[in-house]
């Protein structure tokens, strides 16, 4: 009888294995399978993330006509025509980032460097877009224009050359009077879009259009 009890145990004891080992085989390939699918939807994810354009993506420029074999650039402190003071220096070290950051000029001194950029904040103007039923103003738009010239440097007798310029380059900012956006933010803000304008006008698209 004892013979015929542990004859019995044995031949279940692989039955039991079996049923312990297979959940464990089972789940092994659907991990693998599950994690192949979630990696596959983070690709697409960030594919699709960077053709609509990834947010902080910096457009680089090359040097435009004329400035061929430049390598440092010169920036005047532009000239300020507006009641708002210290804009202009805002607007220069705005331009001395921006040039830094997206083309492969130097800034140097003006006795020393290759090209030169000078121009003149020409306006500041604060638009009233919306008052409340109080007729207090809510919402202002603050609109600035600059004009710009970009040079060649005089060089084995030649004359300076003017190579890209523009009488108008604007940027608006709109903002709430009552929101944690200040006049001065708003201004900031402005001031580095203008500099960018200023930038991709004078300087070609990279790679330089042919």
């Known amino acids: 009888m004892k ?5 019995s145990l044995c031949q279940t004891r692989p039955t039991c294995q079996t049923r312990l080992t297979c959940p ?18 983070l690709l697409l994810a960030l594919a699709a993330l960077c053709a609509t354009g990834c947010p902080g993506y910096i457009h680089h420029f090359a040097l435009p006509p004329g400035a061929e074999n430049a390598r440092t650039i010169a920036i005047d402190i ?8 210290d804009i202009d220096f805002q607007l220069t070290a705005a331009l001395e980032r921006e040039i830094s950051a997206v083309t492969p000029l130097r800034i140097a001194s003006h006795a020393s460097a290759d090209l030169l950029l ?6 500041y103007d ?14 202002y738009s603050i ?26 380059v604007s940027w608006s900012i709109e903002f709430e009077v ?7 933010d708003a201004r900031a803000r402005a001031v580095r879009r203008v500099a960018r304008e200023v930038i991709s006008r004078a300087f070609e698209p ?5």
């Not at 659907?30 to 596959?40: F, G, I, K, Q, V």
């Not at 990279?206 to 042919?210: G, H, I, R, T």
């Open 24 to 41: 464990t085989d089972a789940r092994a390939p659907r991990r693998s399978s599950l994690l192949t699918a979630h990696c596959s939807l």
């Open 78 to 85: 532009f000239k300020n025509k507006t009641l708002y003071q």
């Open 143 to 168: 609109v600035i224009t600059a004009s710009y010239e970009l040079i060649r440097q005089p060089a084995d007798g030649q004359p300076e050359k003017v190579i890209s310029s523009a009488k108008k």
């Open 206 to 210: 990279w790679p330089a259009k042919e």
């Open 3 to 7: 013979n015929k009890q542990r004859s």
């Open 118 to 123: 000078r121009g003149a904040v020409e306006s």
């Open 126 to 139: 604060k638009v009233v877009l919306r008052k409340n039923k109080f007729n207090e103003v809510s919402r």
């Open 178 to 184: 009552q929101s944690t956006i200040t006049e001065a």
